[in-house]
């Protein structure tokens, strides 16, 4: 039986947007440097039970950034196994939009599924004050299908909840300086 594939044009075309919001106790510059800087990202990026190392950073439309993300709780280890993917994976993009600290746009290179062409996940992150805070707004491109968009989608909320988790420690941190 042949195996499916998805061409560029058909994994992109008319995709849904997945939108996720967080209000957190932080200036927009916090956010913005969490979000920009080699150090912030390593804090926080990927899901609960990974680490990122950041390689690439070049934070200007069109600059390029790339990161290995690797497995390192012993369930996501053994979950990725049994699923035939690598404990580290690869992941480089293209910034298309730098606005600080408010609106950051980029695309991500999917190229790490099995019969499935390379595509690209564009992905906005908008941050915006409010109150004592910030309310970050980020909205990026479903995946091929509704598995893939599904694991996308929680694999940026534990992302995003570990940024908060950043964050709150941060807020700790200055109430115990006072």
Known sequence: MPTKTKTATS????????????????????V??????KEGLEAWW???GFTTAVHKLDLRPGGEFEY???A???????GM????????????????EVTRPRRLAYTTLVDFIQGVAPYEVAAVVEIQPVGGGVRM????DAMHDELWTERSTMGMNSS???????????LGERRTLR
């Open 11 to 30: 994994a992109r075309a008319f995709r849904p947007k997945i939108r996720l919001e967080r209000t957190f106790q932080a200036s927009a510059k916090e």
């Open 32 to 37: 913005w440097e969490l979000w920009t800087t």
């Open 46 to 48: 990927g899901p609960e």
């Open 68 to 70: 290995a993300m690797t």
């Open 72 to 78: 390192t709780r012993p369930d996501l280890i053994e």
């Open 81 to 96: 196994k049994a699923a035939g993917l690598p404990l580290t994976s690869l992941a480089h993009g293209r910034y298309t």
């Open 137 to 140: 707004v980020v909205t990026e």
């Open 160 to 170: 995003l909840d570990r940024l908060a988790k950043v964050l709150e420690a941060r």
